[in-house]
């Protein structure tokens, strides 16, 4: 098994205020990882670190063996990696506007809207639709992007059930097909479902791993 | 009254030559400003909304302060420095359309380049994540920052755009007024009022409420067409 992403000594703060300090944190190529955790426990900014949205203050990243370098880190991180917010962002006008911002293959594109079943609102205006067909859109988007790595933040968070199945399923399916996957769920069981390691955070600190 | 408007339809609707005249060049010159500010205010709106660095508050403090400036001060301002003894008297400026648009940039540039600001602020703070994620970058980020923030950066163009069409002062100032030149809507109805002539001034007034409207309206079904 290759070490997809190494933590070492990381820490970050907001306004003066550490909110993430980790000795040491693995994340494994071709495994679902699950980060568990109560609100503020970190979770987020881990994801955004993971993803190379936020730098850290201090700390090693090793990605695929090499130490990224400050400069670099960022662009290696987002080049091999995809984030989904809580919250995704929706652009204005239809849904498939919101697929082709990240996706340029016309084919891609149609077969995440039929394997996310999007494909009757194609042309609806993606703002208008719910909660769970709007975290759909953000997760075909996300999946079409073709990155390594797969970062998702509370991806069932109010949802209702019959799109956790769909999504559930895709992210068993891209496991499957060796995508490396990382999702912060408040969730355990879907976290037990789904990943094949478990860490849990408290105060911005790692205090179990189970695998 | 009712004869004065009557007169003053009469002058719009058989299309008399001054009338029209007048108002293509206010209109002109309201569209070119408009359009010159904003290529000059985007581009600070945007760094201003996407990234902190020193003397950034002063900057918005100064654009908000500039916002309320008097047309009078900035055609005064201006003319001081293209009149001719004046540092660019030797461009001969003055009185000309040129000059009218200067100052009008000058009108616009703060209002456009602050509403930009607040429009881009108040985005979804996801968003320039989320296109990072994406790997959108360099212009097309830009774009689609603006994009999404359609409606409020209009809205900023409009009301750059009202402060012109609508302004006396720098009009008056720099362009002199001059008949079938530099003579606008606002600066022919401050000067046939005073003669007494309202009817022209009645005229071109209701034109200029036409203009607001439909340029108004006109934006905002393209808003909603985008």
């Given amino acids: 098994m290759y070490n997809s992403v190494i933590f070492r000594n990381i820490t970050f703060s907001y306004t003066g205020e550490c909110v993430l300090d980790i000795d040491t944190l693995t994340i494994e190529e071709h495994r679902v990882t699950a980060i568990t955790g109560p609100n503020g426990s970190g979770k987020t900014t881990l994801l955004k670190i993971l993803s190379g949205l936020l ?7 090793i990605f695929k063996g090499t130490i990224l370098l400050n400069g670099k880190r960022r662009k290696i991180l987002m080049e091999n990696s995809t984030f989904v917010h809580q919250t995704p962002y929706i652009f204005s006008g239809s849904v498939k506007r919101n697929l082709t911002m990240g996706i340029k293959s ?53 949802i209702d059930s019959e799109s956790k199945l769909i999504i559930e399923n895709v992210l068993k399916e891209m496991a499957a097909k060796g995508k490396t996957l990382i999702i912060a769920t408040h969730d355990h069981t879907f976290a037990s479902r789904i990943a094949d390691k478990i860490i849990h955070m408290d105060n911005g600190k790692i205090v179990r791993s189970v695998q | 009254m009712n004869s004065v408007f009557v007169k003053a339809l009469e002058l719009i609707v058989t299309g008399d030559k001054e009338v029209l005249f007048i108002a293509s060049t206010s209109l002109r010159f309201a569209v070119s400003s408009t359009v010159l500010a904003t290529v000059l205010a985007l581009p600070l709106g945007l760094l201003l909304s996407l990234s902190s660095f020193r003397g950034k508050k002063l ?52 209002i456009i380049a602050s509403l930009i ?30 994009l999404e ?78």
């Fill in chain 1, 55 to 61: 730098l850290p203050d201090h700390g090693e990243i």
């Fill in chain 1, 106 to 158: 016309e084919h891609t594109c149609k077969e995440l809207l039929e394997i996310f079943d999007l494909e009757k609102y194609r042309n609806s205006r993606a703002s208008g639709l719910s909660g769970g067909e709007k975290q759909k859109i953000a997760l075909a988007r996300a999946a079409g992007m073709e990155r390594d790595i797969l970062i998702l933040d509370e991806p069932l968070a109010h």
């Fill in chain 2, 59 to 110: 900057i918005i403090v100064f654009l908000n302060s500039l916002m309320a400036l008097p047309t009078v001060v900035i055609g005064l301002l201006v003319y001081s420095f293209i009149s001719k003894n004046a540092p660019f008297g030797n461009l001969g400026l003055l009185f000309t359309p040129g000059a009218i648009i200067i100052g009008q940039i000058i009108l616009a540039f703060p």
């Fill in chain 2, 117 to 146: 600001y607040s429009a881009l602020s108040n985005r979804d703070p996801s968003l320039p994540e989320t296109l990072d994620t994406l790997g959108i970058r360099g212009i097309r980020k830009y774009v689609i920052l603006i």
């Fill in chain 2, 149 to 226: 923030a359609k409606t409020a950066v209009l809205s900023a163009l409009l009301s750059g755009f009202g402060r012109i069409i609508g302004e006396v002062g720098v009009s008056m100032m720099l362009g002199g007024n001059i008949r079938w030149y530099t003579r606008t809507i606002t600066t022919t109805i401050a000067l046939e009022t005073s003669k007494g002539n309202f009817e022209l001034a009645l005229a071109l007034g209701i034109i200029l409420i036409v203009i607001s409207l439909t340029i108004n309206v006109l934006l905002h079904m393209g808003i909603r067409d985008v």
